[in-house]
């Protein structure tokens, strides 16, 4: 069988793909969870690649590192537990269906199946790459409970996010995340005790790429 060649172009426009990102975050949004749509799927995927970019990793790698940003939620579809898991066997089934090559399918499937920090860490730049793209979108418009009062912990703290984004400080060999927060909604030391697992690994994500990872909240160097 002829290997086809896939790109992120491909992947966003498939309609199997985004039905089950839309019912992931159908499920996410019943159960309370943050907003787990095609819009955190493109946007994860497009700081991935732009990491891998400005790094100097290959355009090949680059495209995987994006494909791989797209998909790495739709285990959401079939429960958020162990989504990362689900998500990486999805991944593979489709990846072969569109004929994608094998190498580049399980690259792919093991940066899904290891991008929660629970059960996962970076183990090649396309993984490390999702993991800082995914555990860094902290932002307002990710909150989908429609009241404050349905608040939780997670929504007050990406609510608070004023504005946030990655830095890479070459001189410095730091990749850092500049993090605004509306100290009235949430502290500096909430996001802190809330994301620090998270944090810790994007610290193992980025050295990994042979950097340094640093938390900056409002102005205060938190790692």
Known sequence: MQETKITYEDIKKDVEINALIRRGNDVMKVMGYTEHSERHAA?????????????????????LAKIAGYIHDIG???NRHDHAHNGGLLAYQILKEREMPLEDILTIVTAI??????????IDAVSAALILADKTD???????ATSHEQFDIHDRVNYA???SNLE?????????M???LDDTMCSVMDYFEIFLQRMVMCRRAAELLGYRF?????GYKLC
Do not use: F, M, P, W
Request: hydrophobic share 35%.
């Open 43 to 63: 946007k994860v995927a497009e700081c991935a690649g732009g990491l891998l970019t400005k790094l100097g990793y290959s355009e090949h790698e680059v495209e």
């Open 76 to 78: 959401n579809a079939i």
């Open 113 to 122: 199946g290891h991008h929660d920090e629970k059960t996962g860490t970076a």
């Open 138 to 144: 902290v932002r307002r418009n990710r909150v989908q």
């Open 161 to 163: 996010a004023l504005s």
């Open 168 to 176: 890479i400080i070459e001189e410095k060999k730091v990749i850092q």
């Open 178 to 180: 500049n993090l605004e």
């Open 214 to 218: 640093k938390l900056v909240a409002n």
